[in-house]
């Protein structure tokens, strides 16, 4: 699976849209870009994934470039509760059959303040 | 829907005893289940793979045999830490994944994780 850059940490005003950026560059045609998020002492849970075109959920929206190089995770009105390590994960779809576990990276540890 | 539980969230042992810690996916089929490894500020470590029926596959480093893993039915893996050290204190946390064609659709689904302390 290609790997990912995220940045470390990001502060976040509550009720300001959090941006969260994710850069793939050796991304493959069939890889798709997986979101999730860990906050403190939980389990991972999934956010969103896309392929090429943008996607929107109820948790967030998911931006991602006409080369696929990179993507942003967007969290429209961030809020305390948000405050979690958000991980970029690229791989096959898991629909597909062939596809890989998942493998986290060191993610980014986003901090909604007051 | 794709709930998965982990039991218990919480153990404390004795060094040197063995604990077991079981994962279940309550209302879809789990043909694969993952166990993953975090300690304290860092990411999580896939340990091993498991499919139903089938032994696991643990990943490089991993000791097949202080980490027993079971997979015999479709809601239900367990892990047991054998003879635990300190060093064996860690957030274990499971997840699970349908077969093709059922609810998820393969897409991976955690546990909330069990907190294991070795005293």
């Known amino acids: 699976d290609a790997k990912t850059t995220q940045p470390p940490s990001m502060d976040c005003a509550e009720g300001r849209a959090a941006n969260l950026p994710c850069n793939h560059s050796?991304?493959?045609?069939?890889?798709?870009v997986y979101w999730y998020r860990q906050i403190h002492s939980q389990g991972p849970q999934y956010i969103i994934h896309?392929?090429?075109n943008n996607e929107t959920n109820e948790m967030a929206s998911l931006i991602i470039t006409e080369d696929r190089k990179s993507s942003t995770l967007i969290l429209p009105h961030a809020t305390l509760r948000d405050t979690a390590v958000y991980y970029c994960?690229?791989?096959?779809?898991?629909?597909?059959?062939?596809?890989?576990?998942?493998?986290f990276g060191t993610g980014t540890r986003l901090q909604v303040t007051l | 829907g794709a709930v998965v539980s982990q039991h218990p969230s919480w153990v404390i042992c004795k060094s040197g005893t063995s604990v077991k810690i079981e994962c279940r996916s309550l209302?879809?089929?789990?043909?694969?289940m993952f166990w993953y490894r975090q300690f304290p500020k860092q990411s999580l470590m896939l340990m091993a793979t498991?499919?139903?029926?089938?032994?696991?596959?643990?990943e490089q480093g991993v000791e097949k045999d202080k980490f027993l893993i079971n997979h015999a039915s479709l809601t239900l893996s367990t892990l047991t830490v054998t003879s635990a050290h300190p060093e064996d204190s860690s957030f274990y946390i499971c997840?699970?994944?349908?077969?093709?064609?059922?609810?998820?659709?393969?897409?991976?689904?955690f546990g909330p994780g069990t907190r294991l302390t070795v005293t």
């Open positions: 050796t991304i493959s045609g069939n890889e798709y």
């Open positions: 896309g392929l090429k």
């Open positions: 498991s499919n139903e029926g089938s032994k696991a596959t643990y």
């Open positions: 997840s699970a994944r349908g077969g093709a064609g059922t609810p998820p659709n393969r897409e991976q689904y």
């Open positions: 994960i690229v791989r096959v779809a898991a629909s597909t059959g062939t596809a890989s576990k998942l493998t």
């Open positions: 209302d879809f089929q789990a043909t694969t």
